[in-house]
C-alpha cells in the first residue's frame, strides 16, 4: 500500500536533509549549535528538559528563530546558524525543520527520534519539577 499523507510529506522532507542522532546533537550543542526544544508544556513538565536548549513553542518558532524577524531572540545571529528542533518523538520536528528552511535557515535539522531518543541514549536531562 503506497504511503499518503503526512507521512508522505514527512518522508520526503527528510531526504531535502540529514538529521542528527542523539550523540550528533549532543556533541553539536558543545560546538553552539543550538538545541531547540518545541515539545508542548505537559511533555516537559512531565518528563524534563535538556540542559541548554531554548524551549520555543511550535507556534512561534518561525517569528523566533528568522534572523530578519521583528520577534527573533538573540540567538537568532545570522541565517547560518546551526539549529537542531527537538519534539518528542521526531516527527513534528521534521515539519519545523522544513519550515525553517523556507526561512533559508538551511542549516536547520532535527533530531531522530525527538526528545525520547536523547533521554533513551543517557543524554543530560534536567528532571521535571515536582
Known sequence: MAVSGIDALVDRLRTT???????????ESLTGALLVDIRY??????????????????NELEWRLDPEGSHRLPQ???HGVRIVVICNEGYASTLAA????????????????????WRAAGLPVTPPSS
Open 17 to 27: 536533509y540529514t538529521r542528527v542522532d542523539p550523540a550528533e546533537a549532543h556533541a
Open 41 to 58: 508544556q505537559a511533555l516537559r513538565e512531565r518528563d524534563g528538559l535538556i540542559p541548554g536548549a531554548l524551549v520555543i513553542e511550535r
Open 76 to 78: 537568532a545571529t545570522d
Open 98 to 117: 522544513a519550515s525553517l528552511h523556507a526561512l533559508e535557515l538551511h542549516n536547520a535539522t532535527d533530531l531522530t527520534g525527538g526528545f525520547q531518543a
